[in-house]
């Protein structure tokens, strides 16, 4: 097993958008003094990181043109491309979030693992993922490469990356898919999801939104944010959280 691996992925610089150079580069910052010993990808489009990103990670694939089509789905050729590089480097797992959310949780990658080998899943999951609805969270993921690299080899981008990851999750175990505009889940859906995916809040990925906070963390060191909890990814008006950890456990075990 070789897991301490990072994937920031899901950002896009358009001219104009410059101030996220710098977003990107506190995010691979705080990642990089958290987990000194993890291999670290970053993958995006547009406008080049700046060179203090650059040297800061281990491997970089950055396209000048936007790939328009991926945004808002998941940024799938990307993704999939920073996955594939992990497998190639010998990584068994890996954690991916987004390169403008970085985790205040140090050594992320062995805390998420500790969570799989417990609860014996493949992934460990956070509230976007739903089971009322057929969609699993495909921003902040920690789980096993060969079924994630499976997930992301064929995507719709005319749909969400929720639905694409969900459907290709369900296939991918031998599971018939749903067409993606259905988004009611098929009655296998909810053992498949407890018997693959652990769950957790977003509190405990420890995911920081700088992006939409950035007037307030534009000259700040992350690691000295208090209350750190009142900025994460989710905490604004419209974040589709589908379940609580207490809730998903309490279906699971009751």
Known sequence: ?????????????????????????KTVDTFTRLNPDA????????LQPNVETKNKVNFLHWK???IEEDIDSGHPHLVHLGY????????THAFKSRADCPSIVPDICNFMHNILKKERTE???TEMTSLKKLFIGDLFIYGKLNPLIKAWSRWDCSHSGLQNFANNWMEDHNLARNSLTNLDPPTYWKKLVFETMSFRDMKDFGCINIADFWHLFKNVDILQVENWANFLWGVKPGYPIQNTQEEFYKIKNG
């Open 123 to 125: 992934i460990v999951v």
């Open 39 to 46: 291999y670290i990808i970053l993958t995006g489009h547009g």
């Open 1 to 25: 097993m070789k897991n301490n691996c990072i994937l920031l992925s899901h950002v896009f610089i358009r001219t104009g958008e410059e101030y996220k150079i710098k977003i990107v580069e």
């Open 84 to 91: 594939e590089h992990a497998r190639e480097m010998g990584f």
């Open 64 to 66: 000048d043109k936007i």
